[in-house]
């Protein structure tokens, strides 16, 4: 049987991330087509409470030590490094989130395993590991040949669908004490962010507006229309920066990755970095005057028309549709 795939989780305020279902969904797929067993390693106290939500996992390594708790990316890759080396892992999955961000790297520079940043896709194929890595806000797309099928990856969150939990037993749980490297940074306390009136990651409708909505004035269409369809409006960097909408209804690289059922972009170009939020939406439909626009090139549907003008007559069908 071929070496282990390793998922390290991501957890906080005793609940399980959402990068984490994405991780071990995308090492799932990865292990079965190469043979593999799935492990997973969960750092921190009180952590093996967690292990039974990791169900795609075989086997689940638990370090219950306090010291990992919110701990520095040095601490977190020394105690990785540990796991790879006890159990030859081949392929080792983080998130590319804040959390986890810098630990590929220190694994990699001590390990000597390849490291993949931004990665939105893997694949088994003929006997090799190719990765599929996101570079310059998607203007690059870099695939990458993992020969001998060793590496440390780190995966964009949104990239790969989490997937229901297989009607399978929890995984089997060996709990493991994992050294602790001294840093000189410490975590002191957690502040909770302002998420704002609307969680735009948990929508499954999104009417998404960006300069073709013209003024703030006309938010208001757009606000009518995610009523009509029990949705929310969300926007991309410019209406934000103008101080329309607040941060949390950004959607792109420098704001939410959001994966709903039904996305309308709205008088939006298309750019990489928003593109990069919303990409994992089933179904997405643009509107735009401009017949060229790149939201084109990836949406399901479009219409090259005034956002504004096309606005009150979609929430007057829907509407009518829904009487």
């Known amino acids: 049987m071929a070496n282990p795939v390793l998922v390290l989780g991501e957890h906080l305020r005793g609940v399980l991330s959402d990068i984490t279902g994405e991780l071990l969904a995308a090492g799932r797929r990865l292990a079965d087509s190469c043979g593999a067993p799935l492990h997973a390693v969960l750092l921190g106290k009180d952590a093996a409470a967690l292990a039974p939500g990791m169900k795609l996992a075989d086997q689940v390594w638990v370090a219950e030590q306090a010291e990992f708790d919110m701990a520095a990316p040095q601490v977190v890759a020394a105690a990785l490094q540990a796991l790879i080396e006890q159990t030859q892992a081949s392929l080792t999955l983080i998130g590319g ?7 590929g790297t220190i694994v990699s520079a001590r390990t000597g395993l ?16 190719k990765v599929t890595s996101q570079l310059f806000g998607g203007k690059i797309l870099a695939d990458v040949m993992l020969a001998d099928g060793r590496g440390v990856l780190s995966l964009s969150p949104g990239a790969f669908p989490a997937g ?7 995984p089997a749980l060996e709990r493991v004490r994992l050294p602790v ?9 957690f502040i909770e962010p302002d998420c704002g009136d609307v969680d735009i990651t948990k929508q499954s409708t999104l009417v998404a507006v960006g300069r073709g909505i013209q003024s703030q004035d006309n938010l208001e269409l757009a606000e009518q229309l995610a009523a009509a369809l029990g949705g929310a409006v969300c926007a991309s960097r410019p209406v934000i920066d103008q101080g329309w909408l607040p941060l949390s209804r950004q959607v792109g690289k420098s704001g939410m990755t959001v994966r709903p059922r039904l996305y309308l972009a709205l008088g939006i170009s298309g750019a990489p970095e928003h593109w990069e939020g919303m ?20 949406a399901h549907y479009g219409a090259v028309a ?4 096309l606005l009150p007559l979609l929430t007057e069908k829907v509407k009518s549709r829904r009487s």
Do not use: H, K, Y
């Open 114 to 129: 390849p490291f993949v940043n931004f990665c939105r896709s893997l694949a088994f194929e003929g006997g090799l590991i």
């Open 97 to 103: 989130t804040n959390v986890s961000m810098g630990v």
């Open 181 to 189: 490297a001294s840093t000189p940074v410490s975590f002191e306390r």
């Open 279 to 298: 990409q994992g939406s089933q179904c997405i439909v643009a509107v735009n005057t401009d017949p060229r626009a790149p939201v084109f090139d990836g």
């Open 306 to 309: 005034d956002a504004v003008e």
């Open 164 to 170: 229901a939990p297989p009607n399978r037993p929890a």
